[in-house]
């Protein structure tokens, strides 16, 4: 009987053992599934991913009153809901200003930047981007009642200029229109306002914004003329350091490219708000 009770004593010493040696090795799993990338750890730990944008942006983003609620929409966010999905998160979507967006995706108060954002070279020095998403170019956006006047880019040399505030199109008139009133608001819908009481004579901004903004106010135009600025593309900022993030995101987006979805939820986007009344 006592040989008995000792044999089970060691089974079950025997047993706890192996449960021990179990959860040390289901411990080591979960410590291997910890990225080296701190944001995407504290995503997946927090259950949300934190997007950081300037909503004055159309189709990229924008505020859409949905059955009576203000809601920022667009093909960023779209995107980012897809980046979210993949990872199994919640999307918070953050509106700031834009020359805010890189200062807070470096403290961390958000995981990415979606806005539009051409990944300059002065910008590749502060954030790590992916590829790119969607290619644009730059246009010159001027009261309806004055279109036709302007048929070149120098007409515009000694005018009163607005460029939204941190962005590529203010570093660019800096530099190509010293003769220039310069003005750079925070956001876009402050420029169109200041434009349609006469406090500027001509917006520069990305052109199928432009081409948004025109679609649903007739009082604006696009210029037919050329800004000698190269075409450039957008894409997602990240803070440096963050490989794993940088691969899953690359994953999604090509993902979507494949699946012809980047295109569909690009076209989506642009009928949303050109059929929305401003
Ligand atoms: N594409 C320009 C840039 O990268 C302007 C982007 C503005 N984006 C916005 N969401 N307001 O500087």
Known sequence: MKKYFLATIKTIMLASLAIGLLNTTSFATIQAQESDSPVLNKIKADGKLVLGTSADFPPFEWHLLENGKDTIVGFDVDIAQAIADSLGVELVVEDMNFDSLVA??????VDMIMAGMNPTEERQKEVDFSDIYHE??????????????YTEFEQLANLKIGVQKGTA?????????????????????ALIAAMMTNRLDAIIIDQIVAEQFASVNPNIAIANLKVP????????????GNEAFLEEIQAVIAELEESGQLEELFIKNID???GSVE
Not at 104 to 109: I, L, S
Not at 136 to 145: C, E, I, K, Q, R
Not at 169 to 180: I, N
């Open 169 to 189: 199109q203010e570093s660019f008139v800096t530099e190509a229109m010293t003769e220039a009133a310069i003005t750079s608001m925070p956001k876009n819908d």
């Open 136 to 149: 644009t170019g730059f246009v010159a956006l001027v009261p309806a009642s004055k279109v036709d006047e």
């Open 104 to 109: 807070a995706v470096k403290t961390g108060r």
């Open 229 to 240: 600025h190269e075409e450039d593309g957008t894409a997602i900022a990240i803070a440096k």
């Open 272 to 274: 949303l708000m050109a």
